[in-house]
């Protein structure tokens, strides 16, 4: 069985449609541990040591937050910042991390054919990512497909608890090691797996 | 040694003060008190060790009144009092009116002359300014609504010494006496003789020759003595400037306290004010304990226990007519809630211009001098047992009035559904409330100080008047079904208890409590309630902030250090908590408490560094590592 910690960043969780039912589906699930960063750290006073234990103690790190200005929220850079220490998951000696999977889970409002070329955002959702998959390989860790939800400003109720469903199938598979990456590795997201 | 009689006296004054006056504080009964019963044990009547000069004492000592008035002028800012000229003029100038009148219409009742009776009348409408500001300074009082006119009323008797003393040789005549001359009446008849006119000139320009000494050349002379770095020399400027003016206003016939009082106040703004306020202030303490024990000592008890229950008689009615008057004016004046009753205990005795104003009544031969020796003791009397009054007040009639106002507000309280109580509104409970409010909840506010009430009421805030260590209290707020309590009252002591009876009584309801310090913070631990908040540690913190900005860290620096260290004290209120709960003795000495807190807290201090926490953005490892591989690069190269 892998441990997986879901670093979950959302720094308005009382207006959230979709990522409030992504996240209430998956507490309480052996293996799975949630830490809310923004309910951890509201005045951005990051416990470096806390979470540096919880890195170890995993083996799949997830970063779960809404897609802002095709990044992550001001909370999750600054744990990037003040957590992947240098000497602890990167450099010489900076080994912490290496053999773990980094998973990133975003949710857009944008529909999947506005990120491409010819879309309004001129780049694919993976390339916007870039950030996210080389920290990861500087981390000697690997990088998972995204797990993407679009249009999340206008999918129904139904939707958002299908996205919660297939989310929490994933972990588990995650968990569980029912995973075929080989498989994985030639698709974008990883969405594509439970179609 | 010279003067050994001086001496010896001396001593047996400060021996009863010292002796008698940490008592009567021990006995809840204020120093005053402590002062007047040293004097009656020291008087001729119990142990008789003074007794010949207890006059020439008394008058001495009245120069303590002056210099009181000095001090409370300090404290006063011109400003202020300029807001205070409604009550003083008004509630002022009718208290000595009405009660000059009844007690003059009363006297009349007991046969005396019409212009014996207006001159009883005047003598007894005043109050004593010694003891109402003793107290009012020693109790705290001096700023609140009561106190404030209590002190304006003081003030307008102050100024109305003057015609009352100008009036005498008028009343005299009317009697038809025959006026005895008497050198200290002379300066007043000699001044009085002038025409009017020219005493307004007169004294219009004494004042101004004060203001402007005060505001503008008074500063030069403080600099000069202060650089000579004499502390003594400062201190004899000081009583100079009040012997100063106390003496000019005596030789035009103005009140000297009133002279100096204005003295005080136009020296409020001056940068020496504090200076001057800690040198004059043992003088006036001293000087006020002798008059206080010189009173106790000229009790005439042989007059009293001839007749004690007329003259314990005289002393009630006079108290009585005071005490309705000034009630009566009180609630005219808008002083409610237990307030107009405070106003009036503290004003219903006699002054001690009487003691002077008699002896001047006397020597222009108004009064025999067996209604002198009458209205000295009542005089006197009323001033004993006006401390008693107070505690009567304090004990009796605020509980009851309390109790009875609770009631009323009660019954127009409906029991909130799931309320959030704030009990406290002060300056700690606002905050917390506005928050609340601002955010859209609803509060239930409890406070204990009606002004708070009715002001917050006034602007829409849902307030109730009560005392919230009465479980009745509380319950009728709803703690039944409350969300929460918020115990952000500055009784700290209280706070704790109340914390305790709801945790007993209601043990779901969550507690917010405002902590006085660490130990305070320990005492909810114990009740098993973390959220306490010690309530300047985050305001001085960020006074700290603003201090680093100012010597050279960065605005974001400075705040990280700032909020690295609030999280830090965090951790310290709890490994203290740890080492007090196993080891008490250590900690626990009241008197000790903030020292053991200190070197507690700074012992934590030294474990602290805020390099350990904060190594993000610190590029030197990376920079280490690339200088370390350049150099294999190189040795790579040239092997």
């Known amino acids: ?66 897609f802002y200005w095709y990044n992550a929220p001001a909370l999750l850079i600054e744990w990037f910042d003040l957590v992947l220490q240098h000497g602890f998951a990167y450099g010489m000696n900076g080994r912490a991390l290496e053999g773990k999977k980094a998973l990133s889970v975003i949710s857009t409002g944008g529909q999947p054919e506005v990120y491409s070329e010819t879309g309004k955002h001129h780049y694919t959702i993976n390339e916007f990512l870039v950030s996210f998959k080389q920290s990861a390989i500087l981390c000697r860790m690997e990088y998972l497909p995204p797990f993407v939800i679009h249009g999340s400003h206008t999918i129904t109720r139904g939707e958002i608890i299908e996205y919660a469903e297939k989310y929490k199938k994933l972990l588990l598979n995650l968990r569980d090691e029912k995973i075929d990456y080989d498989k994985l590795s030639e698709m974008e997201y990883f969405n594509e797996l439970y179609k | 040694m010279y003067n050994q009689d001086l001496f010896f006296q001396a001593l047996i004054y400060l021996a009863a003060a010292v002796v008698s ?19 009656i044990i020291i008087g001729p009547f119990i142990l008789g060790l003074v007794g010949k000069n207890t006059d020439k004492v008394m008058h001495f000592a009245e120069f303590g009144v002056v210099l009181m008035l000095f001090v409370i002028g300090l404290e006063l800012k011109p400003s202020l009092l300029w807001k205070m000229r409604k009550s003083i003029f008004g509630l002022g100038g009718l208290q000595v009116l009405i009660t000059s009148i009844v007690i003059a219409a009363v006297a009349l009742a007991f046969d005396f002359q019409i212009n014996q009776a207006i001159g009883i009348g005047l003598i007894l409408a005043l109050s004593s300014t010694a003891i109402v500001l003793q107290t009012l300074t020693e109790k705290g009082l001096i700023g609140n609504t009561a106190g404030r006119s209590a002190f304006s009323v003081l003030l307008f008797q102050d100024i109305a010494v003057v015609p009352i003393l100008a009036i005498i040789p008028v009343l005299a005549t009317l009697s038809g006496a025959e006026i005895i001359e008497s050198s200290e009446l002379n300066n007043i008849s000699g001044f009085a003789a002038l025409s009017g006119w020219l005493q307004l000139l007169i004294i219009v320009a004494a004042i101004s020759s004060i203001i402007i000494l005060g505001r503008f050349i008074s500063r030069y002379f403080f600099r000069i003595v202060a650089e000579t770095g004499l502390h003594e020399v400062f201190t004899a400027l000081a009583l100079l400037l009040v012997i ?82 000034l009630i009566i004016l009180g609630k005219i004046f808008r002083l409610r809630k237990g307030y107009e009753f405070l106003f009036a205990f503290l004003l219903a005795q006699s002054s001690e211009f009487a003691f002077v104003l008699i002896s001047f009544y006397k020597q222009s031969q108004l009064f025999t001098s067996e209604i002198s020796e ?17 505690i009567f007040n304090d004990k009796a009639i605020s509980p009851l009035l309390a109790r009875w106002q609770n009631k009323m507000e009660y019954e127009e309280v409906e029991e909130p559904e799931n309320p959030i109580i704030i009990a406290g509104f002060g300056r700690f409970g606002l905050v917390v409330g506005r928050l609340l409010l601002a955010n859209g909840f609803k509060v239930t506010i409890i406070d204990s100080n009606p002004t708070n009430v009715e002001i917050l009421r006034k602007f829409g805030f849902k307030l ?16 039944k079904n409350a969300k929460l309590v918020i115990l952000s009252m500055a009784e700290y002591d209280d706070a704790v208890k109340v914390a305790d009876f709801i945790r007993k009584n209601y043990p779901k ?13 320990f005492d909810f631990f114990n009740l098993n309630i973390k959220t306490v908040q010690p309530e300047v540690f985050h305001s001085a913190a960020e006074l700290g902030e603003m201090v680093l900005t100012s010597l050279g860290f960065s605005k974001y620096e400075a705040y990280k250090a700032t909020r690295t260290f609030k999280h830090h004290e965090e951790q310290v209120l709890e490994d203290l908590y740890e080492l007090w709960k196993t080891d008490k003795k250590h900690f626990i000495q009241e008197s000790r408490r903030f020292s053991e807190q200190l070197s507690e807290t700074l012992q934590a201090e030294k474990n602290y560094s805020i390099h350990e926490t904060d190594c993000a953005w610190d590029v030197t490892t990376i920079i280490e590592e690339a200088v370390s591989k350049n150099e294999s690069d190189k040795t790579d190269k040239y092997v």
């Open chain 1, 1 to 66: 069985m892998k441990r997986i910690l879901i670093l979950f960043s959302h720094p308005a969780i009382e207006k959230s449609r979709v990522n409030k039912v992504l996240i209430d589906s998956i507490k309480d699930i052996e293996g799975i541990t949630v830490n809310d960063l923004y309910e951890h750290y509201p005045d951005f006073y990051i416990d470096i040591v806390r979470e540096q234990q919880l890195l170890q103690l995993h083996d799949i790190i997830v970063w779960h937050h809404p």
């Open chain 2, 21 to 39: 006056v940490p008592l009567a504080k021990k006995l809840g009964l204020g120093s005053v008190l402590g002062y007047l019963v040293a004097g």
């Open chain 2, 244 to 325: 100063g003016i106390a003496l000019a206003m005596d030789r035009i016939g103005l009140s000297p306290a009133l002279g100096t009082f204005i003295a005080g106040v136009v020296l409020a703004d001056n940068e020496y004010r504090h200076e001057l306020e800690t040198t004059i202030d043992p003088f006036k303490g001293l000087l006020l304990g002798l008059f206080f024990i010189s009173v106790g000592a000229s009790l005439n008890f042989k007059l009293f226990i001839e007749t004690p229950f007329t003259i314990l008689g005289y002393v009630v009615l006079l108290i009585l007519l005071k005490f309705i008057v």
């Open chain 2, 374 to 390: 009458l209205l000295l003791l009542i005089v006197i009397l009323s001033m004993a047992i006006s401390p008693l009054l107070l």
């Open chain 2, 464 to 479: 109730y008047y009560g005392d919230v260590t009465r479980p009745r209290v509380i319950e009728k707020a709803g703690i």
């Open chain 2, 509 to 521: 309801v969550k507690i917010f409590a405002r902590a006085k310090d660490l130990f305070h913070a």
